[in-house]
């Protein structure tokens, strides 16, 4: 069975940094797609940061030079270090997992079989 676990989220202020994981279990994260989205009260769910197996990265423009994706694939973890945060960060943040796909997909949520719980982030101004 596969599970993703995310953790880290929180309350910060503007300008702070977290950083989220998200262990993965029954799938390989090494040979897959992995991404990270978010969805704000109101809105819909909108993708963050991906990364494949070829460990191309792909981030939205608003986080783009404030985010970074990662993983490690002794640890089956996927991670998210965001800095300079933003109120309008403020999100549940949820990653998924799925096949591998080319870097112009991996940011698309059709491509994603599994999914986490989510964690809250809330940043304060």
């Known amino acids: 069975q596969v599970q993703l676990v995310e953790s880290g989220g929180g309350s910060v202020q503007a300008g702070e940094s977290l950083r989220l994981s998200c262990a993965v279990s029954g799938y390989t994260s090494s040979a897959s797609s992995m991404g990270w989205f978010r969805q704000a009260p109101g809105n819909k769910r909108e993708g963050v940061a991906a990364?494949?197996?070829?460990?191309?990265?792909v981030y939205a423009d608003s986080v783009k030079g404030r985010f970074t994706i990662s993983k490690d694939n002794v640890k089956n973890t996927l991670y998210l270090q965001m800095n300079s945060l933003k109120p309008e960060d403020t999100a549940i943040y949820y990653c998924?997992?799925?096949?591998?796909?080319?870097?112009?997909?991996?940011?698309?949520?059709?491509?994603?079989?599994?999914w986490g719980q989510g964690t809250q982030v809330t940043v304060s101004s």
């Open positions: 990364i494949n197996s070829a460990a191309s990265t």
């Open positions: 998924a997992a799925g096949p591998n796909a080319a870097s112009w997909q991996i940011l698309r949520e059709y491509v994603y079989r599994h």
